[in-house]
């Protein structure tokens, strides 16, 4: 396997991780998604960002024409959006021989997903567990 195919299936990594989250997201009310912890954005701000450097940020960091993305806000079309514009964006990737630039901006793409989707599993951890509780013994 190339390193091309390798850092190009590591991107399609988050295609694979937003539907899996579809199911327990479908679970959350909507209150949660769009309470904001002090000093932190909502689940809805963070998807609507992670679509929108999708559609035009990464894109343009590849070489890429930025796309237009529909506005919707609902968490179901948030994360729908985000799979397509990634997909859309791996089927020009891999229409294409890519030199060891586009490459390494590939790779700081899918470590910035790391540390988003890892954000992201922090707040479902807080939406499900709900605040923190200290016991008393």
């Not at 769009?34 to 929108?52: I, V």
């Not at 024409?65 to 089927?91: C, I, N």
């Not at 540390?115 to 567990?129: D, I, T």
Request: one cysteine or more.
């Amino acid at each position: 396997m190339s390193r091309q195919d390798e850092v190009l299936d590591q991107m399609a990594y988050l295609v694979d991780e937003l539907e899996a989250q579809q199911v327990v997201l479908g679970l959350i009310p909507d209150v949660l998604w769009d309470a904001r912890p002090p000093g932190s954005t909502t689940l809805r701000e963070m998807y609507r960002a992670m679509a929108s450097r999708e559609a035009d940020e990464h894109r343009t960091a590849l070489g890429l024409e930025p796309v237009e993305f529909p506005s919707s806000d609902t968490p179901a079309d948030l994360l729908r959006q985000v799979g397509a514009l990634r997909k859309r964006t791996l089927q020009e990737l891999r229409a294409t021989a890519l030199d060891s630039e586009r490459l390494d901006v590939c790779y700081r793409i899918t470590q910035a997903d790391a540390a988003q989707l890892r954000e992201v599993g922090l707040r479902l951890n807080e939406a499900a567990m709900g605040a923190p509780r200290v016991s008393k013994m």
